[in-house]
């Protein structure tokens, strides 16, 4: 069955600090993955995504992620958060056949300490 | 970019009662989601559905939930009757393609039920 795993709730960190949130995934076959971002009261939107090739993919803000197959993770990293970057983050995991269905992981809350 | 448009963005209703939860999705998108979100946490996946058909749907689906898509109009999630427990923010989502698509989101409707 396919799921993903984030398995920090809550990340505190310092402004300009570097971070990295976990995300590993359970799914038969090849995934696509994505990280989404949800900020208070606002729905989600898509931080970057991987389909193939490069296992390093950028996405907005400065966040990148990598994903590496033989440990089912695709975790998001970032050089140096900023306040604003406080918001929860959702890892997800879709098929690649057929009509695609999209699962998330619980969420990891991040807080930005100015 | 790309909108999915929700009404109402609240709604406050007795338990027993039934509510239809209104999704405007993106023009062109064919494919369509709903997610319930409790405490700002877990988006869980509800339902999928294409080409006026029900794809997919997880066991929080109940027998209460339906969802249609009349003449292209708004995909509507339904619940009747409604239970305590279906207080939880809803979010539609919209993709175009089938397996490569991104899901766009919209800001959620919040139910509660009294």
């Known amino acids: 069955a396919q799921s993903v795993t984030q398995p920090d709730a809550r990340v505190t960190v310092s402004e300009g600090a570097s971070l990295q949130l976990r995300c590993k995934y359970s799914y038969s076959g090849t995934p696509y993955l994505f990280w989404y971002v949800q900020y208070p009261r606002q729905g989600l939107q898509l931080l970057l995504k991987y389909y193939s090739g490069d296992p390093v993919v950028q996405g907005v803000n400065g966040f990148e992620a990598e994903f590496i197959k033989s440990n089912s993770s695709f975790h998001l990293r970032k050089a140096s958060v900023h306040w604003s970057d406080s918001a929860v983050y959702f890892c997800?995991?879709?098929?690649?056949?057929?009509?695609?269905?999209?699962?998330f992981g619980k969420g990891t809350s991040l807080t930005v300490i100015p | 970019g790309p909108k999915v448009l929700q009404i109402p963005s609240h709604q406050i209703i007795d338990m027993g009662q039934m509510v239809t939860l209104n999704c405007d999705p993106v023009?062109?998108?064919?494919?369509f989601y709903w997610y319930k979100q409790i405490l700002g946490q877990q988006m869980e996946f509800l339902v999928n559905?294409?080409?006026?058909?029900?794809?997919?749907k997880s066991k929080l689906f109940k027998d209460q939930f339906s969802v249609e898509r009349p003449d292209g109009s708004y995909f509507t999630l339904k619940i009747q009757p409604t239970a305590l427990e279906d207080s939880a923010v809803y979010f539609c989502a919209s993709t175009f393609w089938g397996t490569t698509g991104q899901l766009y989101f919209g800001e959620g409707s919040k139910l509660t039920v009294l």
């Open positions: 023009s062109n998108h064919l494919y």
């Open positions: 559905f294409y080409n006026g058909k029900v794809m997919e």
């Open positions: 997800a995991v879709s098929s690649n056949t057929g009509y695609q269905n999209f699962y």
